[in-house]
């Protein structure tokens, strides 16, 4: 399975943005998708995720704000991100799990300007 992220970039605060992140190769094995963030000197925190049955699952602090979602026909996750705040700034990456492992997208950054 490889990932392609992106749809980040710069954006006031109060904005909004969508990653989309985009699987391809061994798609058939994908169960849960999902999106984590690494903000400067901090860990790898996540932020939602998503079953192949639409079951979502959110970090508290994105809850009300953040929404995620997936087109299985696509093999893509979406993160639709508003009311987008300064702390909010990181690198996204997407993650794909199967069986076996779970893989990783190369991330993309979000930074939202005060």
């Known amino acids: 399975v490889q990932l392609q992220a992106s749809g980040g970039g710069l954006v006031q605060a109060g904005g909004s943005l969508r990653l989309p992140c985009a699987a391809s190769g061994s798609t058939l094995s994908i169960g849960r998708m999902g999106w984590y963030r690494q903000a400067p000197g901090l860990q790898r925190d996540i932020v939602a995720d998503?079953?192949?049955?639409?079951?979502?699952n959110y970090a508290d602090s994105m809850k009300g704000r953040f929404s995620i979602s997936r087109d299985n026909a696509k093999n893509t996750v979406y993160l639709q991100m508003n009311s987008l705040k300064p702390e909010d700034t990181a690198v996204y990456y997407c993650?794909?799990?199967?069986?076996?492992?779970?893989?990783w997208g190369q991330g993309t950054l979000v930074t939202v300007s005060s």
């Open positions: 998503i079953t192949t049955g639409g079951s979502t």
């Open positions: 993650h794909a799990d199967t069986i076996l492992r779970r893989t």
